[in-house]
């Protein structure tokens, strides 16, 4: 049964960080893509960060360039989203997604509050 947990969210004040983790079971995980989203209510799911299958590639949106470091530890089934100098509008849930050739996976999500 494929799994992907999400922790680490919380409450922080603007230029904290946090570090989100993804947790995954049932697939192998070395072989495939992960991506953070997050989602404000009333408005869509926006990927964050993507990083390759061994952790050689990332991708990361305008707004979070240079402040979000997506990473991996294949030997530990986890995804990681290092977020530093947060800003009120980083605000939300966030998830993690891998995409295999069977299916889109997701997470539960973990809550992010960033107050200004």
């Known amino acids: 049964q494929v799994q992907l947990v999400e922790s680490g969210g919380g409450l922080v004040q603007a230029g904290e960080s946090l570090r989100l983790s993804c947790r995954a079971t049932?697939?192998?995980?070395?072989?495939?893509?992960v991506s953070w989203y997050r989602q404000v209510p009333g408005k869509e799911r926006e990927k964050v960060a993507l990083?390759?299958?061994?952790?050689?590639?990332?991708e990361y949106t305008a707004s979070v360039k240079g402040r979000f470091i997506i990473s991996r530890d294949n030997a530990k089934n986890t995804a990681y989203l290092q977020m530093n100098s947060l800003k009120a509008e980083d605000t939300a849930v966030y998830y993690c997604?891998?995409?295999?050739?069977?299916?889109?996976?997701w997470g539960q999500g973990t809550q992010v509050t960033v107050s200004s």
């Open positions: 990083i390759n299958g061994d952790g050689g590639a990332t």
């Open positions: 997604n891998a995409r295999t050739l069977i299916a889109n996976y």
């Open positions: 049932g697939f192998t995980f070395s072989v495939y893509p």
